[in-house]
């Protein structure tokens, strides 16, 4: 068979199978699968089924590719450390698992996000009765960083926006930096989901949360948007489009924000695409806005999250400040310490 031949042969193939196959061959949890056959690693049958019953529960592609990539990791260690029966699983098992993913230059947020798959992995083989419950009886705690948000400074701001004039480019920075949507999100976005009329964009269903949310742009974002819109081709399903008909990569927006610091001399500054999220809550607090309405604008389930910008850059306590220590300079303040 001719290569032109063996073409036609697969196209034929794949228009002829049944709609339901080919629902089935796009599904994430097929290609994780296929991924999971070639390894060896202990309890494969059931890290097969919990992944297919997280897949049964809908859960997002991000969230299997994660479950699958911990876990992964975990037996694979467990395998190394000389057992392959999880029944034999004990705390110190984790511990150690924790110590080896440090050593290798993890941060410990990243080890805490790998170690939370790891464990909903255990808790579903204890609900199976596969695996006894003494492993996790005693709640494993990190003790994180409370780092705070690193925003981009306004005179910054006014430096990157100065150098980017490639009209996509700078539709996608001003929107992320003006509606403070994760990255994500804003490649995600398809015409249907923007509202030009009410400056507002519709996110259906949330990145992180699963929880959708209206957001809001401003005045030049519109203008950006609207100098795409007439640039972009119609045709395209996505917003801010890549090759082919899927949507603009990850790396790819990541690759030209870095290429804009650079040109507007910003790279030793530390920022990142995600620090125009944290910009655009930092100046909406600086403005006024509550904390509560910031909530629902950035998709926090916890207020403790957006309370970090409070603790960023709270201008009232500021000037709350300043004031109270004018009055204390001036000795207008009474009283015995003693």
């Known amino acids: 068979m001719t290569e032109t031949q063996h073409t036609t042969h697969e196209s034929v193939k794949r228009e002829s199978a049944a709609p339901g196959e080919q629902h089935r061959a796009q599904r994430p949890i097929n290609h994780i699968l296929e991924r999971l ?39 694979d260690f467990y395998k190394t450390s000389g057992k392959c029966d999880l029944k034999d699983l004990e705390r110190a098992d984790l511990e150690a698992f924790i110590e080896h993913e440090q050593d290798r230059g993890l941060k410990i947020s990243t080890v805490k996000t790998r170690m939370a798959c790891i464990v909903a992995f255990l808790h579903f083989l204890i609900e199976q009765e596969i695996i006894p419950a003494t492993a996790l009886k005693k709640r494993i705690r990190f003790k994180l960083p409370d780092a705070l948000p690193r925003a981009i ?15 996509r480019d700078r539709a996608l920075i001003l929107l992320l930096l003006r509606t403070g949507i994760r990255i994500g999100e804003a490649l995600g976005l398809t015409l249907h989901d923007l509202d030009l009329r009410e400056r507002a964009v519709h996110l259906f269903e949330g990145e992180k949360n699963n929880m959708g949310r209206v957001v809001y742009f401003s005045d030049d974002a519109l203008f950006a948007l ?15 489009y890549g090759q082919g008909n899927g949507p603009l990569s990850y ?63 709270d201008r009232t306590r500021r000037e709350e400040y300043f004031r109270a220590m004018e009055r204390i300079e001036k000795g207008a303040i009474d009283g015995d310490y003693r």
């Not at 609207?226 to 801010?240: A, I, M, S, V, Y």
């Open 153 to 167: 400074n306004p005179r910054d701001v006014r430096k990157l926006l100065s150098v980017i004039h490639h009209t």
């Open 226 to 240: 609207r100098r795409w819109l007439r640039r972009r081709d119609p045709e395209k399903q996505f917003l801010f």
């Open 37 to 75: 056959s070639f390894l060896e690693v202990p309890a494969k049958s059931e890290f097969e089924n919990y992944l297919r019953h997280k897949s049964r529960l809908n859960h997002k592609r991000s969230t299997l590719e994660s479950s699958f990539t911990s876990t992964m990791f975990f037996l």
């Open 251 to 313: 790396s790819a927006a990541a690759s030209r924000f870095k290429k804009y610091l650079t040109r507007a001399k910003l790279t030793e500054k530390g920022y990142t695409v995600h620090s125009l999220r944290h910009t655009m809550a930092s100046e909406l607090l600086n403005a006024g806005m509550h904390l509560e309405c910031l909530q629902k604008l950035l998709g926090h389930q916890d207020i403790e999250m957006t309370g970090r910008y409070a603790r960023l850059t």
